[in-house]
T-cell receptor, first 113, second 119 residues
Framework: RKEVEQDPGPFNVPEGATVAFNCTYS??????FFWYRQDCRKEPKLLMS???SGNEDGRFTAQLNRASQYISLLIRDSKLSDSATYLC??????????????FGKGTKLSVKP | GAGVSQSPRYKVAKRGQDVALRCDPI?????LFWYQQALGQGPEFLTY????????KSGLPSDRFFAERPEGSVSTLKIQRTQQEDSAVYLC?????????????????FGEGSWLTVV
C-alpha cells in the first residue's frame, strides 16, 4: 500500500463550483501535512500547510483528521486558473521515510468555463 | 540566480548511455534534494544533501544512480547505463534550513526539472 493515496481524478468542474479532494496516509507517525500544486510541465509549489484545527486561505480550506489519517482540500468558487494537479504531501516522523516529503500521485483538476 | 536552476531541461538518451543532470540551488541553501517523477505519478524521493554531505540516499533505485555535491553548492545526479524505466522528470529542490519540513518559513523551492527520455 502506498504511504499516501489520492484519487487521481480528473475532476472536471465548471467555473464557480466547489470541489473537494481527499487524501489518506498510512504512517500514523506522520508529522506534517501539506498540499502542493503542480501545473502542467512545471515544478510543485507549496499551496498550504494542513493543521488539525483546519486552516483557510481565501477560497481554499484544508483539514486534517489524525484519527482517520485523512486530509482534505476544499476549493470554493473555482477559477479557470485553479486547473492543475494537487499533490497531497506528508512528512513522517519515524520510519524509512523520516523527514522526507512523501507525495501522493496527485489529483488532476480541470475547471471549465 | 533567483531560483533553483536545473540543466539540461530536456535530455533524450539512448538506452545504455550515461547521463548527468545538474542542479544549481538557491545561493546559501544548505539542504538539497533530488526527486524522480514518472508520468502520472507524484515525485519520489531519491537523495538528500546537507551541504556536501549526502545524509540519505535510500531512495536511489539502483547502483546505476549516483549523486554528488562536492562543494556544498551545485549537485549532479548521474545515471549510468540508462534504461527505459529511468524515463522521468528529475526534480531538484533546496531549502535554507536542514531537513525538509516546510514550516515556519522554511519553504522548499523546486527547480523546473530535467525531463529525461530513454529511447
Amino acid at each position: 500500500r502506498k504511504e499516501v493515496e489520492q484519487d487521481p481524478g480528473p475532476f472536471n468542474v465548471p467555473e464557480g463550483a466547489t470541489v473537494a479532494f481527499n487524501c489518506t496516509y498510512s504512517n500514523s507517525a506522520s508529522q506534517s501535512f501539506f498540499w502542493y500544486r503542480q501545473d502542467c510541465r512545471k515544478e510543485p509549489k507549496l499551496l498550504m500547510s494542513v493543521y488539525s484545527s483546519g486552516n483557510e486561505d481565501g477560497r481554499f480550506t484544508a483539514q486534517l483528521n489524525r484519527a482517520s489519517q485523512y486530509i482534505s482540500l476544499l476549493i470554493r468558487d473555482s477559477k479557470l486558473s485553479d486547473s492543475a494537479t494537487y499533490l497531497c504531501v506528508v512528512i513522517p516522523l519515524f520510519g524509512g521515510s523520516q523527514g522526507n516529503l512523501i507525495f501522493g500521485k496527485g489529483t488532476k483538476l480541470s475547471v471549465k468555463p | 540566480g533567483a531560483g533553483v536552476s536545473q540543466s539540461p531541461r530536456y535530455k533524450v538518451a539512448k538506452r545504455g548511455q550515461d547521463v548527468a543532470l545538474r542542479c544549481d540551488p538557491i545561493s546559501g541553501h544548505v539542504s538539497l534534494f533530488w526527486y524522480q517523477q514518472a508520468l502520472g505519478q507524484g515525485p519520489e524521493f531519491l537523495t538528500y544533501f546537507q551541504n556536501e554531505a549526502q545524509l540519505d540516499k535510500s531512495g536511489l533505485p539502483s547502483d546505476r544512480f549516483f549523486a554528488e555535491r562536492p562543494e556544498g553548492s551545485v549537485s549532479t545526479l548521474k545515471i549510468q547505463r540508462t534504461q527505459q524505466e529511468d524515463s522521468a522528470v528529475y526534480l531538484c529542490a533546496s531549502s535554507y534550513r536542514t531537513g525538509s519540513t516546510p514550516l515556519s518559513g522554511n519553504t522548499i523551492y523546486f527547480g523546473e526539472g530535467s525531463w529525461l527520455t530513454v529511447v
